[in-house]
DNA sequence: GGTTGACCTGGAGCCCGCTCCAGGTGAGAT
DNA sequence: ATCTCACCTGGAGCGGGCTCCAGGTCAACC
């Protein structure tokens, strides 16, 4: 299978159809190609870039920046060492996401006990 | 110390003096307390209770839901239990984001590393 | 006794990230 | 032939969570 219709495309990786057709008109996704009646066709490479998307945006990315990430993968291979910085940069904040959530957590755990507690 | 000035309350809390003024607009803060001038006075207890949603807020909870346990909170100890399953609920949902995000990381990972791979 | 400046209220506005709608096209099933 | 259905486009609308504004009141320092 090398193309996907938007129906297998939604399937594939999890966003709407109407978001797939947003992030094509903001950019995020380069102008997908279409069939002679117009309707949008998927590469396997569009599939792989959504996946790509999915992992950023569920991480918190903002869509901003992720515009960013795409200006710099369409600029060509002399970006990489950008790219390398945007997304270590981006792991960081996943990191402390992380640190973050697990220190919260620390809290719920003692609240759940004071609750126990009173029980 | 054991009244808080706006200025103070929004030093202690971390949220904005319009976000202090929203929660209690909305009913997440109960009805604080005012000096004759008619300026809000925060008691520590507020400050504790700020405490409490600013984990839930960080935690990723909706106000919907913060708003549900500020109601069982003010309903009395016998939602003690209520309370308890509700936080434990949550308690699973950050859970899942941690464990969601560590696997993001993953790929975020290889990707970094296979663009360390190509200079 | 005038000027800051911190605060008040009700209500409008804003940003993000979609999501929905109207009106239309073309392809395939009955 | 006609119906259904997946899709198209441009643009409006929405929900969440604040954030800002206008117009006003006190209090406190110079």
């Known amino acids: 299978m090398s193309v996907y219709t938007p129906a297998e495309a939604v399937e594939e990786t999890g966003f709407s159809l109407d978001t797939l057709r947003y992030y094509e008109k903001i950019g995020l996704l380069e102008r997908v190609d279409r069939n002679a009646a117009g309707q949008r066709r998927f590469s396997e490479e569009d599939i792989g870039w959504l996946g790509m998307l999915r992992c ?38 996943v990191q402390a996401q992380i640190a973050n959530l697990a220190e919260r957590q620390g809290y719920i755990h003692r609240k759940i006990s004071y609750y126990r507690s009173m029980l």
Chains 1, 2 share one sequence.
């Open 56 to 93: 950023l945006r569920d991480t918190g990315m903002p869509i901003a920046t992720m515009l960013r990430f795409a200006e710099l993968v369409r600029a060509g291979d002399h970006t990489v060492p950008d790219r390398i910085r945007l997304l270590e940069e981006h792991d960081r904040q």
